[in-house]
């Protein structure tokens, strides 16, 4: 149960940190460009890295 508390923690924090991006992204201001872009990127490697544990956890089974 663990396991499942974190992944879902996990994506959850990752899918909130992505909308906050997406807002800044609707204001339009320019200055949060580099910002937003680490943020993506850190964003999908972290969606990344979950799916592809949890994924390998469930093989593992």
Known sequence: MAETDSLVHDVNSACS???SAAA???DGKPEHAPG??????SEHAKLGRVIADFLAKRGAK
Do not use: G, M, V
Request: proline share 0%; net charge positive.
């Open 36 to 41: 937003l872009l680490k943020i993506l990127e």
């Open 17 to 19: 940190n992505l909308r």
């Open 24 to 26: 800044l992204l609707r």
